[in-house]
């Protein structure tokens, strides 16, 4: 598994057009084959801060979503969202073990 965790700032007023754009691309990403999980976190103390969290089943699987016509439309519609370029760190799995994410 390859966990990638997503960091986003959006400008205050795009946080409505930001969330509905981006469960858009999680609900149809969720569907790829190739990802275990994908949840859309919002900061409470910051509503304008945002995680994507994207398990992945392998490290090809970010590729290949990246390659997705939900992934291109998420990402050119929110890019004027953004306050800042978007971040990513990548993490590897350690529990629930592999098999445990269904």
Do not use: C
Request: hydrophobic share 45%; charged share 25%; net charge negative.
């Amino acid at each position: 598994m390859l966990i990638v965790h997503v960091d986003v700032h959006v400008k205050p007023e795009f946080i409505d057009a930001f969330i509905a754009a981006t469960l858009e691309n999680a609900r149809n990403s969720a569907l790829e084959p190739g990802i275990a999980r994908f949840d859309v976190i919002q900061d409470h103390a910051d509503p304008a801060h945002f995680v994507l969290v994207e398990v992945y089943r392998t490290p090809d699987d970010p590729a290949r979503h990246k390659e997705t016509a939900h992934y291109a439309a998420w990402r050119d519609t929110v890019a004027e969202m953004m306050a800042s370029p978007r971040t990513s760190v990548k993490y590897a799995n350690l529990f629930p073990e592999d098999a445990g994410w269904g």
